[in-house]
């Protein structure tokens, strides 16, 4: 005679709360009946006592939910032209700032300052639902800022509302097992940006076994939507392909004896929130945590992929050695299956790599790999070049197959990070350095990555 | 900062502790060192303070677990040879009891008969995991009973324990919907034994509408194995045919209008616990709940097969006015496909299925149907017959396409319950009774189902 | 062998991590090692990549928590000196708004116009224990504000971020009962704010009775610290004294024969959230909750003390009928003991109190009393006056003992609220206008009440 | 607009389950109306489909619930008069295993001979709150014993089905601390049962401190019922007096430095339980998990009361050295304020509660303590004596303030307990052993406990 409790009614019922408020709304509008979404949005803001407030912003997240595209531009245009700033609120209060320039009257222009629309989103939050609309509104706004440039200034209250709401410090960090709800693994699934999941049987295989784990951002408001996730596979030693990880057949090792835990792969599942950035505070924090549940965990490192590799090597890098011949090889089709192409890229690939991580810069001075920027950036150390890791097609055509491991050492992780952020330094081991051309002149100092017992390696 | 708590964490963290446990053995035995699987239970049994027990508990359950069919056999037959009854205890209780024939000389001579296998299997579940293995266990000895049929005094033990610990009120309601663990999931697919779920696609079908739930008992200490569940889906009128239910493409029904709630398919998910009966239970409690969270129910059907029609057309009731020709139809391949045969069925079947569920009974003078049985040992009433309500090849093998409606009236489960026990009468409403032939002698006085307004329905 | 899963680390194990990184300082502050509370706040502002702002913001924190009086002051005044309006970037800002005042920059000089104590603030927040901490730093601030009130610039700060962060759309409405922790139980004691609450047993007396309940809001970040709360007795008629729901010995009425519940006590309990308003949305979502729960609940009334009455009576009203007898009564030590007092004064006060709610009017052109400002903006009507319903000193001592009763009538708050707020109306019912004078001049035209069969009552 | 899930709501809901039962039956007993108890407990054990089983369960539970004293009596002889064996069944049985004794027809026989009540026990069961119901009837039924030796027989169904259902495997350990509902702190005030709490501040002061924590084992059934708690304490070294422990203002040890776990009170919280024993579980599994979370402790001990020893030495251990001054001391009135007085006392308490311990045996041979008994027979040793640890009146009166360390070392317990019940050998430290009379024919072999560099310690 016990109740039916679901696991979903822990997770706070906000969709069950979303469907009663629709519920409500299939029966009538209340308040909202017979107003436009301007007029929904006027009264949202104007409204003194907050008390019917919940009613408008029910409203207006109930409409833009189901709006069409062309009602989704005209609400973007309505919030573009009707909740900007004030500018004669604004001219006043530049003006009180002209006679007294405190900090009191900078407070109050900055007050004056800001746009409508910042009141409006906090406010649309006052009813269930809220956050995740607006980051589905901000979804909607990010295609069209090339055709529609002016409503950048649109999106700066987006950002500037959900970057104060996305802060680390509400989000939560979960497992996710085999466990875990079918509806949030279905966008585990989904969202996997690196190593497609083809099938649920798929996903199992890299969370079910005890040497597999996978770790997500949640925002408590959203609590069936993860924000990032990390795949993580547990080892002993360094795994130079990807392929070893993801093969369906392979022996399960017993977690307590792993001694690398190696982060393969890392996906942003909310379009919504671009630009906010949630990896590095996962990364960091799934090393902590696996470090404080496996004593046995030594080495944390990643597989990672090289997606700028191949463009370059196809570029500027023209006059590099080695880059014509590799260029050759790869623009002979089937390459991949000719053992022979295979080992003369093997051969030539670690020189070209180190160049192009160590060396070669983007027009602002900056590495030109991504997910290199990303790791780096975080505090990583560059520790190995894999070439051929990943002879899927994908690989094959933006890395030419190159794989590497970027190594996150916990007690280097920030000064690696401020090193990087003020010198745009590459940490790497020494075996990587060693592959840059000896003429002095060409080379430049470089830090070298502290070198571990553990890390040792041969290439 | 927060530490990633996994839903299955909730689950009591029976797993993760079976794991540490196993974990464990790998490391050694400990005191179950080098002893062979009958010293240890031999031990368990012979241990005073219980301290120890849980030592030797786990290392016998780990021992099982790893055991191969040839050893569970010799498992099975040290259970029977050596933990017996005590026939000399057996013999001087007797005798107490015959000098003194009391109350008390009863009940200890029910303590001296009890087999040593009881207090064994008590205390196997001193260790985590431990009912779960006997479930196991059972469900390893079940198909063998067909060849060792003296192995069925053990399974007098197994049935006498399992049957007090999966006691009704041990047992907790749940709802299985699209946040369910995946873990527990898969066992839906894997057990669903009526209408198969072809994957998670159709299992999502079944879960995530607003017009579909499905429920399921679970036991505190197998938190992720359902024992037994059941599909529901809410409509509006009753439906006919399986196949308006299953269908991928449909218009989804807002919960709070449905009229009916259809029960489509039951399925018992432990071999192990096979004839410890839950499904009534199950029905009571679901017609309960829903009954009180959707106010606007007021039908409470099932959807159901009936597994030996097409046996009974084909067999016994040869001289049944109907069957002949029902029988020529059925042996003719592909008559489902022919339209006018498939018109013939459907005119032949309502007089046939009322005389197969009213009028045939068995050898031991039971309805024939265990379907049938089932639902109305349980208060349900006979509502309506659906020639060619499931046209699947299974449907049309076992039931040459019959399906049927029962119905379950709150207000009359029990009365209908306690009838169909006394007297095995069969409750069905007065147009399925009509179809029976009038001549008066061989019709029994068959109770009337009560018809409510909202029942009505033409055939 | 289960694990011993505590229900607080259901509540999101923040104080663990919490004591998890106080533990880290307390063996070292790392990075934040030697550097002065201010060199870490601008360490914290001014990191790039955020690695390093988690242990930043946890040193802060830290700190902050361990700080004496004085340090807290000097903290408040780094912030004023150090963490205001950068004024050489308003200027540019400014001149770049003058040279081209479009939404674009007037949003830029938003931005430049930011202190930099809220970015500061934002990623305090980084660190457990952020939200909490800021919530705290508000509270150290509030206080000084009188002595110090050029810390009302910083004040802005605080105000801007909690209020975004504090958001009805963040907060979660829990119920408090007798099942609830008691870390969390020893703050309602604590915070009771209206019918103190004197011991354990008081407070179960006012939790665990079916006729009783209670419920906060909570914010995710802050599990174990209740916002605000209200407790509610379920009634059969309207109470007119605190001491009979309050009374020790009292039969308990089955929750389902309820027909009123009666919101008797409402605190706030974070002093640091000071004027970010929750009151509206707690008893608005209760109504609604108690509603759904309880069908037979049919009027949501609140017993609600009088603060500005006895204040009223003996100040400016002087000139009104009754009052100077009323004045001459309560001037009387002991009068509430005399029964003839008593008798007069409960004569004297509806007429006074109708004047006091429906004509008397402060500076500011509003309806006097605190509470009943909160409860008629909240949408609530006048419902009944009870002179000497509060015997207690307090009641006696700031308002002649009278209490009133407001109603909240689902179906009218939002536009009752809307009228408080456009035209200051108070609705009052016609028995409580009728005790106005008759003469029509000194009488403005009052909203009439619509009254329910259920709400009639004779006074 | 988040829904209100309180704590308890995940305990299971069981309460609310039985209060909407209780509900029901408010409005009529349905198919239990008019029935006596003695109809309701025969339909119960005849129905068969269990489908009304529920209902008649649900009866007796509400009915039993509603009792007086008298009518539990009324109820208990029921039970013996009408539910014991069918003595006809137990002769046809007994006759049958004559002709064929074989295990089968001794299965046979065991299920003849099963008093009706059993059957009637494991139906109760099937409505909610039965678990607990038939602890109370238990509860009931123990006091009676004395006067009514004849309802032993029932006492022995109770004990039957009680240890089955509260076997170690289904027991579930929690950790008891400030986060904990109210609604079982209360409970483990009232059921402290060797140094008593008095009051919640005092219960706070042994539940918050990070050095002060407390354990419980639950069963899913009664999930707000704590069935036994310990109290522990996290200390440096090894306390000598209960005092250290509990007094009011002392300095918190971080958790992390302790070294060692003091068990310092263990409490049964169901009289109706009685006999069925779960302390040696609860320690062993306290220790285990301690070990994991603090692995800083090395040292697992108990400040025990010696509540025989009073006795002991004021009786039948007349001729023992010392005895004769400790008597004389101890009939002294206040000797415990006076200094010379306390000197010697503790000058001779050594040697006596050695040969206490060591050599004293009750007329069954066994160690007389029972607190001693409960320890050693865990697995534990004897590990330091402290005169004067408690003085308190009941230390004072039970045991001349005396009380004593048990040690418990996690890989000694298993051998520690199988020795002591084989051979009832008490395992003692040197130093304790060195206490004895070196006069060699009294001194039997005594076992020596193992030594660790940590357990040393000057007496």
């Given at each position: 005679?016990?109740?039916?409790?679901?696991?979903?009614?822990?997770?706070?019922?906000?969709?069950?709360?979303?469907?009663?408020?629709?519920?409500?709304?299939?029966?009538?509008?209340?308040?909202a009946?017979?107003?436009?979404?301007?007029?929904?949005?006027?009264?949202?803001?104007?409204?003194?006592g907050?008390?019917?407030?919940?009613?408008?912003?029910?409203?207006?997240?109930?409409?833009?939910?189901?709006s069409?595209?062309?009602?989704r531009?005209?609400f973007?245009?309505m919030?573009?032209?009707?909740?900007?700033?004030?500018?004669?609120?604004?001219?006043a209060?530049?003006?009180a700032?002209?006679?007294?320039?405190?900090?009191?009257?900078?407070?109050?222009?900055?007050?004056?300052?800001?746009?409508?629309?910042?009141?409006?989103?906090?406010?649309?939050?006052?009813?269930?639902?809220?956050v995740?609309?607006?980051?589905?509104?901000?979804?909607?706004?990010?295609?069209?800022?090339?055709?529609?440039?002016?409503?950048?200034?649109?999106?700066?209250d987006?950002?500037?509302?959900?970057?104060?709401?996305?802060?680390?410090g509400?989000?939560?960090l979960?497992?996710?097992?085999?466990?875990t709800?079918?509806?949030?693994?279905?966008?585990?699934?989904?969202?996997?940006?690196?190593?497609?999941?083809?099938n649920?049987?798929?996903?199992?295989?890299?969370?079910?076994?005890?040497?597999?784990?996978?770790?997500?951002?949640?925002?408590?408001q959203?609590?069936?939507?993860?924000?990032?996730?990390v795949?993580?596979?547990?080892?002993?030693?360094?795994?130079?392909?990807?392929?070893?990880?993801?093969?369906?057949?392979?022996?399960?090792?017993?977690?307590?004896?792993a001694?690398?835990?190696?982060?393969?792969?890392?996906s942003?599942?909310?379009?919504?929130?671009?630009?906010?950035?949630?990896?590095?505070?996962?990364?960091?924090?799934?090393?902590?945590?696996?470090h404080?549940?496996?004593p046995?965990?030594?080495?944390?490192?990643?597989?990672?992929p090289?997606?700028?590799?191949?463009?370059?090597?196809?570029?500027?890098?023209?006059?590099?050695?080695?880059?014509?011949?590799?260029?050759?090889?790869?623009?002979?089709?089937?390459?991949?299956?000719?053992?022979?192409?295979?080992?003369?890229?093997?051969a030539?690939?670690?020189?070209?790599?180190?160049?192009?991580?160590?060396?070669?810069?983007?027009?602002?001075?900056?590495?030109?790999?991504?997910v290199?920027?990303?790791?780096?950036?975080?505090?990583?150390q560059?520790?190995?070049?894999?070439?051929?890791?990943?002879?899927?097609?994908?690989?094959?055509?933006?890395?030419?197959?190159?794989?590497?491991?970027?190594?996150?050492?916990?007690?280097?992780?920030?000064?690696n990070?401020?090193?990087?952020?003020?010198?745009?330094?590459?940490?790497?081991?020494?075996?990587?350095?060693?592959?840059?051309?000896?003429?002095?002149?060409?080379?430049?100092?470089?830090p070298?990555?502290?070198?571990?017992a553990?890390?040792?390696?041969?290439?």
């Amino acid at each position: 005679m016990n109740r039916a409790l679901s696991l979903a009614e822990l997770l706070q019922g906000v969709a069950d709360r979303g469907r009663r408020m629709i519920g409500r709304v299939r029966g009538g509008d209340g308040i909202a009946a017979g107003l436009t979404m301007q007029q929904l949005c006027e009264r949202l803001v104007s409204s003194r006592g907050e008390v019917s407030g919940v009613a408008y912003a029910g409203a207006i997240i109930t409409r833009w939910r189901q709006s069409d595209a062309a009602a989704r531009l005209a609400f973007l245009d309505m919030l573009l032209a009707r909740f900007g700033s004030d500018h004669a609120q604004v001219a006043a209060a530049i003006d009180a700032y002209a006679r007294d320039p405190s900090d009191m009257s900078a407070s109050l222009l900055h007050a004056a300052t800001e746009p409508a629309r910042q009141d409006l989103f906090r406010r649309i939050n006052l009813a269930p639902g809220g956050v995740e609309t607006l980051v589905r509104m901000r979804e909607d706004l990010l295609p069209r800022l090339a055709l529609r440039p002016d409503l950048a200034v649109v999106d700066r209250d987006f950002i500037h509302l959900l970057s104060s709401w996305f802060n680390r410090g509400f989000l939560t960090l979960r497992r996710i097992d085999w466990s875990t709800p079918a509806s949030i693994l279905e966008k585990i699934i989904r969202d996997e940006a690196v190593h497609e999941i083809h099938n649920w049987d798929d996903l199992r295989r890299r969370l079910q076994p005890e040497d597999r784990c996978c770790y997500a951002f949640f925002h408590p408001q959203l609590p069936e939507e993860p924000l990032i996730f990390v795949e993580v596979a547990l080892t002993r030693g360094i795994p130079s392909t990807i392929a070893e990880l993801l093969r369906e057949e392979r022996p399960v090792l017993p977690a307590e004896e792993a001694t690398t835990a190696v982060f393969y792969s890392i996906s942003n599942c909310q379009r919504g929130l671009r630009g906010i950035s949630f990896g590095n505070f996962l990364i960091k924090q799934v090393v902590e945590d696996l470090h404080r549940d496996l004593p046995g965990l030594v080495d944390f490192m990643t597989l990672s992929p090289v997606p700028g590799f191949a463009a370059w090597v196809g570029g500027d890098s023209a006059d590099v050695e080695g880059a014509k011949e590799a260029r050759a090889i790869a623009t002979t089709p089937g390459w991949i299956d000719d053992e022979a192409a295979c080992a003369r890229m093997e051969a030539l690939m670690p020189a070209l790599a180190a160049r192009y991580f160590l060396l070669a810069r983007d027009d602002g001075g900056r590495v030109i790999d991504p997910v290199a920027r990303f790791h780096l950036g975080n505090g990583a150390q560059l520790e190995r070049i894999n070439p051929l890791g990943d002879r899927s097609p994908r690989g094959i055509g933006t890395a030419l197959g190159l794989m590497v491991n970027y190594r996150y050492r916990p007690e280097d992780i920030e000064t690696n990070h401020e090193r990087y952020f003020a010198s745009h330094e590459v940490v790497a081991v020494p075996s990587i350095r060693s592959l840059l051309p000896r003429t002095g002149a060409k080379r430049p100092r470089l830090p070298s990555a502290r070198r571990g017992a553990k890390s040792e390696h041969k290439e």
